[in-house]
Structures are given as structure tokens and as C-alpha cells.
């Protein structure tokens, strides 16, 4: 069973241009889960998604950034008009279910630089 | 809003011998799942040990254990016969029982051990 897969696993980008970042969650998974890592601190929550909705975007930057998991496909974390300091590396995680017995597994993350 | 906490940024350890890593956290709630993530050198993250809040029993996954003193809202991994593969950035983090909106990790700031050849 492959784990959560993410890609690119490294992204360069200039400031002003677009950055997609995609998660395929594990096979089974109907939830997912984006976290936000800035260098030497611990990951941020900033969305969850379930299939074709937004549960949670609580931790989402209000501008530039959106998510989504459509019925088909990855999930996709867009990042507009990228600045400096959007560099981070992107997780995202997946679960099977949102109830008692929930893990979430992590890929190996997305590394975006803005130059 | 919960909040964990990890003060201490770094720990080293021998090989072979036994390491315990500290977290706190806070929170008003009485159930909820307590998780230590490792990230080695690699950035990937790797669930080593979850501990349900509403079991008394210590969570223990071969040579990683956890003391959960749920009174002082301690929840400490300890590392016996620490092995060269277990240097990693370590965090620490919780989660509401609830579905929904409230069912994100909330991470500590995280712990690098490093291990003494």
C-alpha cells in the first residue's frame, strides 16, 4: 500500500509566480491534511479537506492561498504571487476516517523556495 | 485553543543508552490523543507512538515508550538503547477527539537528539 505521496518534492519559484503543490493521500483515505513548516519550527496546521469540501481552513492565510481536493485527483495546495516568505516545506497528511481511532500520515513533504 | 509545549531544543544521548524527551501541553479538554512524530535528516515524518488519553496504561512500541501523567499534562517519550537512526528532530503533539474542524495535530516546536557513536 503506497504511503501519501507528494510532489514536487522541491519547487523554486520566483516571487510573484504561481506554486501547486499536490498530495495524493493514501489508498482508502478520504481526508487530508496540510501543514506548514517554516525552518527550525514545528509544523502548522493550515487546512483540511474531505472530498470536494473544505472542513477547516482556520490556518490558511487569508489571501493568495487556497486548497483543494476534488472528487478525482490529488489534492492541491495553490500558493499565488508567491513571496519570500511563503519558503517552507509543505506536508500534507491523510486519514482514513476523522473518528476515534484516526492516524494521520504524512508525506514527504513539498521544499519551496522563493527566490 | 491547545498548546504544546517542548523547552527543550536540543538533547544528545550515548548510543545504547536510554534518552527521555520532555512535552507538555494544555488543554481544557478530557479526552483527546497524544502523538511523538520523528523527523530524521530526510524531513519525512514518522509516527513513532500515540497514547489515547482515557487509557491509564503507558503506550510503548518496542524500544519507544511514553510516562503520561495526564494530572500535569506531561507526556514524555523515552528512547531505550538509543540507536544511530533514532537522530532526528522529535515533536511532540496533540488532538481533540473531536470530527471535524477540531481534528487537526497541534505540534510543539520539536527536539533534535543527536546520538553519541
Known amino acids: 500500500n503506497a504511503g501519501v505521496m507528494q510532489n514536487p518534492r522541491h519547487l523554486v519559484r520566483r516571487r510573484g509566480q504561481e506554486a501547486r503543490l499536490r498530495c495524493s493521500p493514501m489508498?482508502?483515505?478520504?481526508?487530508v491534511y496540510w501543514y506548514r513548516q517554516l525552518p527550525e519550527e514545528g509544523l502548522k496546521f493550515m487546512v483540511y479537506?474531505?472530498?470536494?469540501?473544505?472542513?477547516?481552513e482556520s490556518g490558511m492565510p487569508k489571501e493568495r492561498f487556497s486548497a483543494e481536493f476534488p472528487k478525482e485527483g490529488p489534492s492541491i495546495l495553490r500558493i499565488q504571487q508567491v513571496v519570500r516568505g511563503d519558503s517552507a516545506a509543505y506536508f500534507c497528511?491523510?486519514?482514513?476516517?476523522?473518528?476515534?481511532?484516526?492516524?494521520?500520515?504524512f508525506g514527504p513533504g513539498t521544499r519551496l523556495l522563493v527566490l | 485553543a491547545q498548546t504544546v509545549t517542548q523547552s527543550q531544543p536540543e538533547m544528545s544521548v550515548q548510543e545504547a543508552e536510554t534518552v527521555t524527551l520532555s512535552c507538555t501541553y494544555d488543554?481544557?479538554?478530557?479526552?483527546?490523543?497524544l502523538f511523538w512524530y520523528k523527523q530524521p535528516p530526510s524531513r519525512q515524518m514518522i509516527l513513532v507512538i500515540r497514547?489515547?488519553?482515557?487509557?491509564?496504561q503507558n503506550a510503548t512500541e518496542n524500544r519507544f515508550s511514553v510516562n503520561f501523567q495526564k494530572a500535569a499534562k506531561s507526556f514524555s517519550l523515552k528512547i531505550s538503547d538509543s540507536q544511530l537512526g533514532d537522530a532526528a528532530m522529535y515533536f511532540c503533539?496533540?488532538?481533540?477527539?473531536?470530527?471535524?474542524?477540531?481534528?487537526?495535530?497541534?505540534f510543539g516546536k520539536g527536539i533534535t537528539l543527536s546520538v553519541r557513536p
Open positions: 497528511a491523510s486519514s482514513q476516517e476523522a473518528g476515534v481511532q484516526e492516524t494521520q500520515y
Open positions: 489508498k482508502g483515505h478520504s481526508h
Open positions: 479537506l474531505q472530498k470536494e469540501n473544505i472542513i477547516d
Open positions: 488543554t481544557s479538554e478530557s479526552d483527546y490523543y
Open positions: 497514547q489515547e488519553a482515557y487509557k491509564q
Open positions: 503533539a496533540y488532538r481533540s477527539p473531536d470530527t471535524g474542524a477540531n481534528s487537526k495535530l497541534t
